[in-house]
């Protein structure tokens, strides 16, 4: 994490990848009842929220307090806020469950939705890091934008999803 | 969108976040300006403002900023998840308790009377006007500097922030206010104080939602 901050991008890669099982089994545990897939929207919720605010760990302190206390303050915020809405429809719900055994356990839903919702380019630049493991460089070269751009874009795009997701759960 | 593909977007975006105590800083800063600005337009330093600054009547600037100092830390620490806050939040319990504790002893010292008698001012309103006035554009700085953290208890954060805002509002208002009496000062800065806290716990679940 440290390295993680420092700009070091395979180091968090590697962080992200490691935290995610453990994370994953935590959601799922508590919110059983929302299916694979809702849990791996309240995973990737939790993953963008240790994104977005991984300026409040302190370097020399544990890495392990903190990453437990955002995890589950935005695990209970999300199956607050889902549960809400899942009591309001009871269709929503059902979908939810008949999709659920067809698809890919690693697949949340919710991602989809707000990536439609971003500027094209945005979303663009997210995809291509994301689905196709696209380095900086050939983003840049194949969007025609510098890699600066680039950089400045995808952070802001990641910005938006986060405050999209908060609004989409409301 | 997978969870790892999610993971590779995250890892690529390197850019680093300003810590939250700086961007509060900063924000605080401009807003002190802010507010100094208007008073220095609106109030004004009262006439014998250096005499005042002499005598015990300093304390008026000085216990506020005390109380800003303590609740800046527990914000601070709020913000931080997993950083211990339980220490700095008992220090500011204890300030404010002993503020309570003065103010029963000068009114055990006068009595109900004199309690009336010094509230009896048209200062009074002044006061507790003013201060939650010069206190609004802290009150934003404070939550806005605040809100890049990620606060676990949104409510009990906001209402420091307005702690804070309300005591930095308080000592600059103490310049102007000419009323020394400890049976004063103490109600009316405090009610002033506490509606700019109020205000805080008011917002607090909003801005400080992540």
Same mark, same amino acid.
């Given at each position: 994490?440290?390295?993680a ?12 990848? +490691? ?6 089994k935590?959601?799922r +545990?508590?919110?059983?009842a929302?299916?694979p897939?809702g849990c ?6 939790v993953l963008?929220?240790?994104h977005?605010?991984?300026h409040?760990?302190?370097e ?5 307090p903190?990453l437990?206390?955002i ?6 915020d999300a199956?607050?806020?889902r549960?809400?809405?899942?009591e ?8 939810g469950l008949?999709? +659920?055994?067809g ?7 919710d991602?989809?939705?707000v990536l ?9 630049i ?6 196709n493991?696209e380095t900086?460089?050939?983003t840049?070269?194949r969007?025609d934008m510098?890699e600066? +751009?680039?950089?400045?874009a ?13 609004r989409?759960i409301e | @969108?997978?969870?790892e593909?999610?993971i590779?977007?995250l890892?690529?975006d390197?850019m680093p976040?300003a810590?939250?105590?700086q961007q509060?800083?900063s924000?605080l ?5 802010v507010?100094?600005a208007?008073f ?5 330093p ?5 005499a005042a600054?002499?005598s015990?009547?300093?304390?008026k600037t000085?216990v506020?900023?005390?109380f ?7 914000a601070?620490?709020?913000?931080h998840?997993?950083f ?6 008992t220090?500011?319990g204890a300030?404010?308790?002993l503020?309570?504790?003065?103010? @029963?002893i ?12 010094a509230l009896?001012?048209?200062?009074l ?11 609004m554009?802290l009150?934003?700085?404070?939550i806005w ?8 208890r949104?409510?009990l954060?906001?209402?420091?922030a307005?702690?804070?805002a ?9 310049l102007?206010c000419?009323k020394? @009496?400890?049976l004063?000062?103490?109600p009316a800065?405090?009610?002033a104080i506490?509606?700019?806290?109020l205000?805080g716990?008011?917002l607090g679940?909003r801005?400080l939602?992540w």
């Amino acid at each position: 994490m440290r390295a993680a901050n420092r700009g070091d991008t395979m180091a968090y890669h590697r962080l992200l990848m +490691a935290i995610t099982p453990v994370l994953r089994k935590v959601v799922r +545990a508590r919110g059983a009842a929302l299916g694979p897939e809702g849990c791996e929207d309240v995973l990737q919720d939790v993953l963008l929220a240790i994104h977005s605010k991984r300026h409040t760990w302190h370097e020399d302190a544990p890495l392990r307090p903190w990453l437990y206390a955002i995890a589950r303050h935005k695990v209970v915020d999300a199956f607050r806020a889902r549960g809400r809405r899942v009591e309001v429809s009871i269709d929503d719900f059902a979908e939810g469950l008949a999709a +659920a055994a067809g698809s890919d356990p690693a697949e949340g839903r919710d991602m989809e939705k707000v990536l439609s919702k971003l500027e094209p380019r945005a979303a663009e630049i997210v995809r291509a890091f994301g689905l196709n493991g696209e380095t900086t460089a050939e983003t840049a070269a194949r969007l025609d934008m510098s890699e600066g +751009a680039v950089r400045v874009a995808l952070h802001r795009a990641l910005k938006s999803i986060a405050r999209l997701r908060e609004r989409m759960i409301e | @969108m997978k969870t790892e593909d999610l993971i590779s977007a995250l890892a690529a975006d390197t850019m680093p976040r300003a810590p939250v105590g700086q961007q509060l800083g900063s924000a605080l800063l401009v807003a002190i300006g802010v507010s100094l600005a208007a008073f220095a337009v609106f109030w004004g330093p009262r006439p014998d403002i250096w005499a005042a600054l002499g005598s015990f009547a300093v304390l008026k600037t000085l216990v506020p900023l005390a109380f800003v100092l303590l609740a800046l830390a527990f914000a601070l620490a709020m913000v931080h998840p997993g950083f211990p806050h339980k220490r700095r939040g008992t220090a500011l319990g204890a300030l404010i308790a002993l503020a309570a504790l003065t103010f @029963m002893i000068a009114l055990a010292r006068e009595g109900q009377v004199g309690l009336v008698s010094a509230l009896s001012t048209p200062s009074l309103v002044t006061c507790l006007l003013s201060i939650p006035a010069l206190a609004m554009p802290l009150l934003a700085a404070a939550i806005w500097g605040l809100s890049s953290g990620a606060s676990t208890r949104p409510r009990l954060t906001g209402a420091t922030a307005g702690l804070v805002a309300g005591g930095v509002a308080a000592a600059i208002y103490s310049l102007y206010c000419d009323k020394d @009496m400890m049976l004063f000062v103490l109600p009316a800065y405090a009610t002033a104080i506490g509606t700019v806290m109020l205000a805080g716990a008011l917002l607090g679940p909003r801005i400080l939602k992540w």
